[in-house]
Antibody
Framework: QVQLQESGPGLVKPSETLSLTCTVS??????????WTWIRQPPGKGLEWIGY???????NYNPSLKSRVTISVDTSKNQFSLNLNSVTAADTAVYYC????????????WGQGTLVTVSS | QSALTQPASVSGSPGQSITISCTGT?????????VSWYQQYPGKAPKLMIY???KRPSGVSNRFSGSKSGNTASLTISGLQAEDEADYYC????????FGGGTKLTVL
């Protein structure tokens, strides 16, 4: 059974960089046709796809966030990470890490989510 | 990329069937048979209910079914139960990935 767990600061100051890590257990980030994905959900609002890193290392980002986003992977720790720079209050959200299987829109495993608040 | 269009809310009585629509364009829903549907309870992570338009993951009730016609995908829940009350999101591949705005299902 694959499990994903987000970790990182719950509070980030405006203009700084939001950094989160997702630790994967029960599976390897470097095997299979999986897309290791980040999704966010502002309080009381809907889901927004941020992007993914494919098991091969290629990435794909939401065009509206592309200039500020980097997703990377650390195979030695079986983790993948999200960096979002120049944050504003609009980036306040619950951030989920997840795994998509076979196609990027078939997201079969999710982390529990972590709330990140952008505030001074 | 624009969000897919879903009704903000739908409702039904126990035992009834309801359908949630998800309208996209010929660049996403209409182009790819890669629509998925997610169920989300308050404070919880979403759960995959339908993938690749009409396939159910293991463990998902066969009361949930998916379909597509043109640029519109649909999720149908038959034999509505109180536990089905939740938010539902559609999602499509479109070169990137796009979600719908979500639909709140109320079981009367």
């Amino acid at each position: 059974q694959v499990q994903l767990q987000e970790s990182g600061p719950g509070l980030v100051k405006p203009s700084e960089t939001l950094s989160l890590t997702c630790t994967v257990s029960g599976g390897s980030v470097s095997s299979g046709s999986y897309y290791w994905t980040w999704i966010r959900q502002p309080p009381g609002k809907g889901l927004e796809w941020i992007g993914y890193i494919y098991y091969s290392g290629s990435t794909n980002y939401n065009p509206s966030l592309k200039s500020r986003v980097t997703i990377s992977v650390d195979t030695s720790k079986n983790q993948f990470s999200l960096n979002l720079n120049s944050v504003t209050a609009a980036d306040t959200a619950v951030y989920y890490c997840a795994r998509a299987n076979v196609s990027p829109s078939s997201i079969d495993y999710w982390g529990q989510g972590t709330l990140v608040t952008v505030s001074s | 990329q624009s969000a897919l269009t879903q009704p903000a809310s739908v409702s039904g009585s126990p035992g009834q069937s309801i359908t949630i629509s998800c309208t996209g364009t010929s660049s996403d829903v209409g182009r790819y048979n890669l629509v998925s549907w997610y169920q989300q309870y308050p404070g919880k992570a979403p759960k995959l209910m339908i993938y690749e338009g009409s396939k159910r993951p293991s463990g998902v009730s066969n009361r949930f079914s998916g379909s597509k016609s043109g640029n519109t995908a649909s999720l149908t829940i038959s034999g509505l139960q109180a536990e089905d009350e939740a938010d539902y999101y559609c999602c499509s591949y479109a070169g990137t990935v796009v979600f719908g705005g979500g639909t709140k299902l109320t079981v009367l």
